[in-house]
């Protein structure tokens, strides 16, 4: 049930991401005709991030030290770009849409997920 939650929750903060970006003038873009293949985008986002998005981020421990976390900002930005060019239910079409669109998308994420679950336990 959390897994659905937390899937139902991360496509409500990426179509608000994408929909805010577009909205100030960054290359990103939604499909309003059917939403269905925005959480294919979601899972397939999720997917990259534990697989790929780990492996980058080991390799470039010693960088994020010297940068301040400014690189897995950069990795980030790259995985979603990545995703969002593929145009599984959004579309973004530059880095500068996709380090926007990750920041936010990682914000509201993260505000939604602490009241989803404000009646559990963490262990």
Request: with cysteine; glycine share 10%; hydrophobic share 65%.
């Amino acid at each position: 049930m959390n897994l659905l939650l937390y899937w139902m929750i991360s496509a409500v903060s990426l179509a608000a991401a994408v929909y805010v970006a577009g909205r100030l003038g960054f290359d990103a873009a939604l499909d309003p005709k059917n939403p269905w293949p925005m959480f294919l985008g979601v899972a397939l986002l999720g997917l990259v991030n534990a697989t790929v998005g780990v492996v980058a981020k080991l390799i470039t421990a010693p960088l994020n030290c010297l940068t301040f976390g400014i690189a897995w900002l950069v990795i980030n930005a790259a995985l979603f770009l990545w995703v969002g060019q593929l145009k599984i239910g959004f579309f973004v079409g530059d880095f500068w849409a996709a380090l926007f669109c990750s920041v936010v998308m990682g914000v509201i994420l993260g505000f939604l997920r602490r009241f989803a679950v404000k009646g559990e336990k963490t262990a």
